[in-house]
């Protein structure tokens, strides 16, 4: 079995040299850290060069500093997955026997159940929020949607919203290590880096938007619940129930808030209703 940083680092600590042994106790006690930190920051936080740094990292049986970071993610996520199976905190969909004594009426409960998360939406709709919101669209030149799973689903469907608002977007799936390490470099000050995040959570997406915040990045969330961890790296967040007795996440009330969340981008830029479409067909005239 392939032994993951943690235990390596364990295994090879007293073999190390003094300045390799800080390298490595750092990378232990730090180890979400170690998710994206670069290897000049480390230099710098550290006060040791990065040669040295690479050298502990070769005595841990690395060919370089980003094949730590690789195998530090590897560990991060494997954790975070054996402690949600551990705890029982996955969505469990199986129907138990009693409730499919009337499908239809079932059904009709789960309907309902849509409606209501709808419903509950519409009573708490707070429309200077979704303008505030609205508005970092329009003031932010670079702007990165962030989500995984049925959170990169939402992030798609706002991508093409935005698009058919004139404004552009670039969207990273955090599950994907090409597009977290293509995502990176791009996010500076004028990026509003939108993190996306439903149950159940990501801890990447958590940690791009921290790494976002870092670098001094806007940083927007749409999520479930006040409480999300992301939303303690968020700057403006928005919230919408998603979960009903038959999905973790429904995308009804989502792409709900999605649709006025856009629609407030409309608004807000002053954007003519099917301006865009007449533009195109000046073409074939």
Sequence with gaps: MEKNIIIRIEERYLSMTKKQRQIAGYMKENIETMAFITL????????????????ACRALGYQSFNEVK??????????????????????????????????????TDICKEERELLDE?????????????????????????????????????????????????MIANPELNESVFTTLPAIDKDTLFVAVSFPDYYFMTEQMARYAKKKGARVFSITDSPEAEVVKYA???????????????????????????????????????????????????
């Design 40 to 55: 000049k920051e480390m230099s710098k936080e550290l006060g040791i060069t990065e040669i040295t740094i690479l050298n």
């Design 121 to 169: 939406y519409a009573r708490k709709f707070d429309s200077r929020r979704i303008m505030e919101a609205a508005r970092l669209f329009l003031e932010y030149p670079k702007i990165i949607l962030c989500g995984r799973g049925m959170s990169h689903i939402l992030c798609q469907w706002l991508a093409s919203d935005l698009a058919g608002a004139q404004i552009s977007s």
């Design 70 to 107: 690789y195998d530090v993610r590897k560990y991060i996520n494997e954790n975070r997955r054996k402690t949600l199976f551990r705890d029982n905190e996955y969505f469990n969909t199986a129907l138990p026997e009693y409730e499919l004594s009337d499908k239809e009426r079932l059904l």
């Design 235 to 285: 700057d403006v967040f928005l919230t919408v129930r998603s979960t009903t007795r038959m999905f973790l996440n429904t995308a009804s009330a989502p792409m709900a808030l999605i649709n006025l969340l856009v629609s407030a981008v409309k608004i807000e830029s002053g954007l003519e209703a099917g301006s865009i479409g007449r533009e195109f067909g000046k073409l074939f005239v």
